[in-house]
């Protein structure tokens, strides 16, 4: 018969025990020598350290993590958990300018995960989630899943990101990377040597112009076409072509040069390449020189259309994709299709999203905090998170665009290793056996009060904006028209200060109930007592 492997435990706890006791003896020793009290040692640090990162990869304390399928915007590119590093940096939201900005990463939380998720979806957005996972809401801020009220609004996008330094290149010659992206290809068996078609008419004569002012080497062939029409044919060579090749690989555009540009370049390079390869749905204004207006982009290739997509998030727009299948008269074809919204949907309220049965009846005194929402959706897989500056990051499920938050998991660690640590010295290795056992319970309540404590500060936060009457000067952000508009994340705040007030006010009129009702029993056990000795001094 096999025999049945016995699993390897993390921690050995008869080692780990021995450790405090042999410590506790020169604690002792040093207390009547009157020396200074001896460093614990880093053996019994690591012990405490190994049961507080253990104990909050449970699926009760991991919070904030998202599916597998779930992408995240980095300055190299979509990314899904596998390909993610530390030294990338996440697309996150800035609270306090309501603009995209950029954030390090300081760890990534990748665990596997088999029960129920929260599944949410709408036109727009797509998300499933494990409990506890917060989103990022107009009126209360952060908040877990679970609390989402059907009043809420969920915040999907903000500003775009921005101009950190001035325009590297002209506006021209990003206009012409544009074209070349869409309606160029290479000339075979030339190096640094490209090709862009097009009919004549406007597209034609923004193409020269482009060219001319870039000052850029290439020779123009007309031809006619199948339909009889005029087709320009320009073969750019030299240095703008080997430029272009370098910043734009296979007609995919690099994030470098999307990074490098400023808002206006992007929005110009968005305009150009919805001109080449997109089309205009309708609108008052049916102008590619308009504002965005209903616009649509197509792409066969996926790597590239990727990259306009991160395109148009850094730029702050909505996007939703369809990947799209059909017979046309070319044969079997597969492609992308992006549409871009007419004006970015920057939120969205509860009462419209699918919580696929989840979302529980509004009502009750605390509502969500008693009668909160629930997974409905089975899962089997792995999930992960990451940590960054903001509490929250860019990410992308299926079609969809919007933003999610991330964890605190190593704040909660440290504040639990400071809990063990100032409770160390209460363990009496003569009477317990189970260090383990002791330290687990200290984390375990540590954790909660660390999500108690989260709590409270962010209802100082927002008491504070209160009082002070919205934010400060740096509340101010400036819209694409060059307009200063205040930024009204929290103009619905009362609404969770008196939530967090009323269930505080309920805990201390329960605590004062309790303390009544035990004061009264010890008046009563007095008069009890005082009647017994009164009886036995009269017998």
């Known amino acids: 018969m096999n025999k049945i492997k016995k699993k390897v435990q993390y921690l050995n706890n008869s080692d780990f025990l021995k450790a405090i006791m042999e410590y506790k003896k020169k604690v002792r020793f040093a207390k009547r020598e009157g020396l200074p009290k001896p460093k614990i040692p880093d053996y019994i640090g690591s012990c405490i350290l190994s049961i507080a990162e253990n104990l909050s990869h449970k699926h009760f304390w991991s919070r904030y993590c998202v599916d597998e399928e779930t992408e995240a915007l980095t300055d190299k590119g979509w990314k899904k958990y596998n390909d993610i590093?530390?030294?990338?940096?996440?697309?996150?939201?800035?609270?306090?300018?309501?603009?995209?900005c950029w954030s390090k990463i300081y760890e990534i939380f990748i665990d596997k995960y088999d029960g129920l998720m929260f599944k949410l979806t709408m036109k727009g957005f797509d998300?499933?989630?494990?409990p506890g996972h917060k989103f990022l809401t107009k009126e209360e801020g952060l908040i877990n899943v679970e609390h989402l009220k059907q009043s809420n609004h969920l915040i999907l996008m903000g500003g775009f990101v921005k101009d950190e330094q001035s325009s590297i290149y002209s506006d021209d010659f990003v206009e012409l990377v544009g074209w070349w992206?869409?309606?160029?290809?290479?000339?075979?068996?030339?190096?640094?040597?490209?090709?862009?078609?097009?009919?004549?008419?406007?597209?034609?004569d923004l193409i020269r112009k482009c060219l001319k002012n870039t000052n850029s080497k290439y020779?123009?062939?007309?031809?006619?076409?199948?339909?009889?029409?005029?087709?320009?044919?320009?073969?750019?060579?030299?240095?703008?072509?080997?430029q272009i090749i370098e910043i734009a690989p296979n007609k995919i555009l690099s994030m470098n040069f999307i990074l490098k540009l400023t808002q206006k370049q992007r929005i110009l390079l968005i305009k150009t390449m919805v001109n080449g390869d997109g089309w205009i749905r309708g609108g008052k204004n049916k102008k590619i020189d308009s504002n965005l207006t209903n616009w649509a982009y197509c792409q066969k290739d996926k790597k590239h259309f990727d990259a306009f997509i991160a395109l148009c998030t850094i730029s702050?727009?909505?996007?939703t994709s369809n990947f799209m299948r059909n017979i046309t008269p070319y044969g079997y074809c597969e492609w992308w299709?992006?549409?871009?919204?007419?004006?970015?949907k920057l939120q969205c309220l509860i009462e419209s999203i699918n919580f696929y049965g989840g979302q529980s009846k509004p009502g009750g005194i605390n509502g969500k905090i008693n009668n909160p929402n629930k997974p409905t959706v089975k899962y089997n897989g792995m999930i992960w998170c990451p940590r960054t500056d903001y509490g929250n990051f860019i990410c992308r499920r299926g079609s969809n665009v919007y933003i999610t938050g991330n964890t605190f998991r190593p704040d909660m660690v440290g504040y639990a290793c400071?809990?063990?640590?100032?409770?160390?010295?209460?363990?009496n290795g003569r009477k317990y056996k189970n260090p383990f056992a002791y330290f687990t319970q200290i984390i375990w309540y540590a954790f909660m009060r660390y999500i108690e404590k989260e709590k409270k500060q962010l209802y100082t936060r927002y008491k504070l904006t209160e009082q002070l009457g919205m934010l400060d000067q740096n509340g101010q952000l400036e819209d694409n028209e060059g307009i200063n508009k205040q930024f009204e994340l929290y103009d619905n705040i009362s609404e969770f200060i008196g939530k967090y007030e009323d269930t505080h006010f309920l805990k201390k009129k329960k605590k004062k109930v309790r303390l009544k009702k035990k004061f009264k029993n010890k008046k009563?056990?007095?008069?009890?007592k005082k009647m017994k000795v009164r009886r036995k001094r009269k017998k």
């Open 219 to 242: 020779s123009e062939y007309v031809e006619n076409n199948r339909y009889n029409k005029l087709f320009i044919r320009w073969n750019i060579s030299k240095e703008i072509a080997r």
């Open 85 to 100: 590093v530390l030294n990338d940096k996440i697309l996150s939201l800035d609270l306090k300018s309501n603009s995209l």
């Open 418 to 427: 400071e809990n063990c640590i100032m409770y160390f010295d209460n363990f």
């Open 127 to 130: 998300a499933l989630v494990t």
């Open 524 to 528: 009563k056990v007095m008069k009890r």
């Open 181 to 204: 992206v869409t309606e160029g290809s290479y000339r075979k068996g030339r190096k640094n040597s490209l090709i862009i078609c097009q009919n004549e008419g406007n597209k034609a």
């Open 337 to 344: 299709v992006a549409n871009i919204w007419e004006s970015p």
């Open 316 to 319: 702050g727009l909505t996007t």
